[in-house]
């Protein structure tokens, strides 16, 4: 049994069980390290497999400058390819299993390597969902039996969560922290709690932007724009979800949901009804994107005729003044007020009111549109949110997004519901975050660190939040709230409680 801290260097051999997507990754990476990596699948077959992608993993990095050819040749040398999985632990200091999702498959291999592996070896699992507890509960020495849960492509993604269950001894969680860091990543060092920190912020929020699609909040295109540019994330939440898998995200948020109920995690119907139909993502070729063909550009914008006058409705703070300048600058006739020969009527449009208030108020509300600016840093304009009231008329929305192309702007087009599509989809995690803090689970510090590292996340979602101002974000949260009913938008009470002290997460 592990007693002691095991320092990096004394982790000379490591054993990878299933070379699929993540194993064969992980075995790269600790080959890499200059450690002994015994490489283990079912059969030859999947053993072919498994290393042909460890090689075109390292070919690549040859071709691309970043390693040797010596240097490729003397990693794979040290790797042991083998289908006998008790002779081929039988040495490891550390086990990684990533074979795939399934409870009883874990534990029939650890049953396994309980009779294989020396008393004093480190049992690791690479599962994403499974109760890492349970896996340990069924073990001789569950102290010895901790999570090390990678990011894909693991040679590349700087995470790992090094997670703990009841049982395991502080010695393991922190021999493992530390081999993490000397693989060059960054260990967060968390309990046996369903999701970890990433995929319980990631999958929700990625079954949010499901919903606001099918309740025709937007188009898919604009959701993903949305926080894409909006928020500054990589990718947008539905080519998110095509690349993770449909099916894969649904299995996290029912495991979630299994574990902390609430509407949050209730996996949407649209969600699961792309699942029955087996539209996966990008791995069946079809999940809400099409991968098999190029899809044709339905519709050109900019070819919507643009209105001749359009009224700004100006605010005391200035802020929709610059636009008004461009909308002349452009060579559009602008008034302060509609008149009848006005096409379309522009208001400021705020996440914590409804547009369609503004829009009764001047009048012309079948031609009004609310526009609503994401700060894109030092004062500057970034994704402009085009918000409409279901009230308008049908072609308003074209004319909106008409006069957006002509004036260059980045814009998506909302309805007019609270929170709009980029503060209704980051509000929401910012929340699960405070939660996360709030039950004693993980730091800002962690939390932020996670989403970093985990998904490219320029910001952590905590500092994001302090950016927004918890103020801000509690009154708009409320609105998301009061407009739907549903509880999970409810500020968690230590978020209302920060906002009232005016205390800061990530000072
Ligand atoms: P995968 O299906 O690509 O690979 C699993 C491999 O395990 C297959 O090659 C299979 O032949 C092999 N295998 C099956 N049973 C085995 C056994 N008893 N002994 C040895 N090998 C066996 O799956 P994956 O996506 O690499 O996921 C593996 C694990 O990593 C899962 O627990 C998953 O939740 C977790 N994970 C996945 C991702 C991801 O992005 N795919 C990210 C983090 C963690």
Same mark, same amino acid.
């Given at each position: 049994?592990t007693?002691?801290?095991?320092?990096?260097?004394?982790?000379?051999?490591?054993?990878?069980?299933?070379l699929?997507?993540?194993?064969?990754?992980?075995?790269?990476?600790?080959?890499?390290?200059?450690?002994?990596?015994?490489a283990?699948?079912?059969?030859?077959?999947?053993?072919?497999?498994?290393?042909?992608?460890?090689?075109?993993?390292l070919?690549?990095?040859?071709?691309?400058?970043?390693?040797?050819?010596?240097?490729?040749?003397?990693?794979?040398?040290?790797?042991?390819?083998?289908?006998?999985? @008790? $002779?081929g =632990?039988?040495?490891a200091?550390? /086990? !990684?299993?990533a074979?795939?999702?399934?409870? &009883?498959?874990?534990? #029939? *291999?650890?049953?396994?390597?309980?009779?294989?592996?020396?008393?004093d070896?480190?049992?690791?699992?690479?599962?994403?969902?499974l109760?890492?507890?349970?896996?340990?509960?069924?073990?001789?020495?569950?102290?010895?039996?901790?999570?090390?849960?990678?990011?894909? @492509? $693991?040679? =590349?993604?700087?995470?790992?969560? /090094? !997670?703990?269950?009841?049982?395991?001894?502080? &010695?393991?969680?922190? #021999? *493992?922290?530390?081999?993490?860091?000397?693989?060059?990543?960054?260990?967060?060092?968390?309990?046996?709690?369903?999701?970890?920190?990433v995929?319980?912020?990631?999958?929700?929020?990625?079954?949010?932007?499901?919903?606001?699609?099918?309740?025709?909040?937007?188009?898919?295109?604009?959701?993903?724009?949305?926080a894409?540019?909006g928020?500054?994330?990589?990718?947008?939440?539905?080519?998110?979800?095509? *690349?993770?898998?449909?099916?894969?995200?649904?299995?996290?948020?029912?495991?979630?949901?299994?574990?902390?109920?609430?509407?949050?995690?209730?996996?949407?119907?649209?969600?699961?009804?792309?699942?029955?139909?087996?539209?996966?993502?990008?791995?069946?070729?079809?999940?809400f994107?099409?991968?098999?063909?190029?899809?044709?550009?339905a519709?050109?914008?900019?070819?919507?005729?643009?209105?001749?006058?359009?009224?700004?409705?100006?605010?005391?703070?200035?802020?929709?003044?610059?636009?008004?300048?461009?909308?002349?600058?452009?060579?559009?006739?602008?008034?302060?007020?509609?008149?009848?020969?006005?096409?379309?009527?522009?208001?400021?449009?705020?996440?914590?009111?409804?547009?369609?208030?503004?829009?009764?108020?001047?009048?012309?509300?079948?031609?009004?549109?609310?526009?609503?600016?994401?700060d894109?840093g030092?004062?500057k304009?970034?994704?402009?949110?085009?918000?409409?009231?279901?009230?308008?008329?049908?072609?308003?929305?074209?004319?909106a997004?008409a006069?957006?192309?002509?004036?260059?702007?980045?814009?998506?087009?909302?309805?007019?519901?609270?929170?709009?599509?980029?503060?209704?989809?980051?509000?929401?995690?910012?929340?699960?975050?405070?939660?996360?803090?709030?039950?004693g689970?993980?730091s800002?510090?962690?939390?932020?660190?996670?989403?970093?590292?985990?998904?490219?996340?320029?910001?952590?979602?905590?500092?994001?939040?302090?950016?927004?101002?918890?103020?801000?974000?509690v009154?708009?949260?409320?609105?998301?709230?009061?407009?739907?009913?549903?509880?999970?938008?409810?500020?968690?009470?230590?978020?209302?409680?920060?906002?009232?002290?005016?205390?800061?997460?990530?000072?």
């Amino acid at each position: 049994m592990t007693s002691s801290v095991i320092q990096p260097a004394d982790i000379r051999e490591v054993a990878v069980i299933g070379l699929g997507l993540m194993g064969s990754g992980i075995a790269e990476l600790v080959g890499r390290s200059g450690r002994r990596v015994v490489a283990i699948e079912i059969n030859q077959t999947f053993l072919d497999q498994g290393m042909a992608r460890l090689r075109a993993s390292l070919d690549k990095a040859v071709s691309r400058g970043k390693l040797t050819d010596t240097s490729r040749d003397e990693i794979l040398a040290r790797i042991r390819p083998t289908d006998d999985i @008790p $002779a081929g =632990v039988a040495g490891a200091d550390l /086990v !990684i299993e990533a074979i795939p999702e399934r409870m &009883e498959l874990k534990r #029939t *291999l650890f049953d396994q390597l309980d009779e294989a592996c020396r008393a004093d070896a480190i049992l690791a699992t690479n599962t994403s969902s499974l109760s890492i507890t349970e896996i340990a509960g069924g073990t001789r020495y569950p102290p010895r039996v901790a999570g090390l849960h990678f990011f894909n @492509p $693991a040679p =590349v993604m700087k995470l790992v969560e /090094v !997670i703990s269950t009841v049982l395991t001894s502080p &010695e393991t969680a922190e #021999t *493992l922290a530390l081999l993490s860091r000397d693989l060059r990543k960054t260990p967060v060092q968390v309990s046996d709690r369903a999701g970890f920190i990433v995929n319980a912020l990631l999958v929700p929020y990625l079954n949010h932007a499901v919903r606001l699609l099918e309740t025709a909040q937007a188009t898919r295109e604009d959701i993903d724009k949305a926080a894409n540019l909006g928020l500054g994330l990589p990718m947008g939440p539905l080519t998110l979800l095509d *690349l993770i898998g449909l099916d894969t995200s649904l299995a996290v948020l029912e495991v979630l949901q299994a574990e902390f109920g609430g509407t949050r995690y209730a996996p949407a119907p649209l969600l699961r009804r792309l699942c029955d139909a087996r539209l996966f993502g990008r791995k069946s070729g079809r999940g809400f994107y099409d991968y098999r063909h190029s899809t044709p550009v339905a519709h050109d914008p900019a070819s919507a005729p643009l209105p001749a006058e359009v009224a700004v409705i100006r605010e005391p703070d200035g802020r929709l003044d610059e636009l008004a300048r461009d909308i002349a600058a452009a060579g559009i006739s602008v008034v302060p007020q509609p008149s009848p020969e006005t096409g379309l009527v522009i208001v400021a449009a705020d996440p914590e009111h409804r547009v369609l208030d503004a829009a009764l108020t001047v009048g012309h509300s079948a031609d009004v549109v609310g526009i609503h600016f994401i700060d894109a840093g030092d004062g500057k304009r970034g994704l402009a949110e085009l918000v409409l009231p279901d009230v308008t008329a049908a072609g308003t929305a074209a004319k909106a997004t008409a006069l957006a192309v002509k004036l260059s702007l980045d814009a998506v087009t909302s309805r007019d519901r609270p929170g709009f599509l980029t503060e209704a989809l980051a509000y929401a995690q910012f929340n699960d975050a405070v939660r996360m803090f709030q039950d004693g689970y993980a730091s800002p510090a962690d939390i932020d660190t996670a989403m970093m590292l985990g998904c490219g996340y320029p910001r952590g979602p905590l500092q994001m939040l302090d950016d927004a101002g918890p103020a801000r974000v509690v009154s708009v949260l409320e609105a998301m709230h009061a407009a739907t009913g549903d509880q999970a938008f409810t500020p968690v009470p230590l978020l209302a409680e920060y906002a009232t002290a005016g205390i800061r997460f990530r000072s």
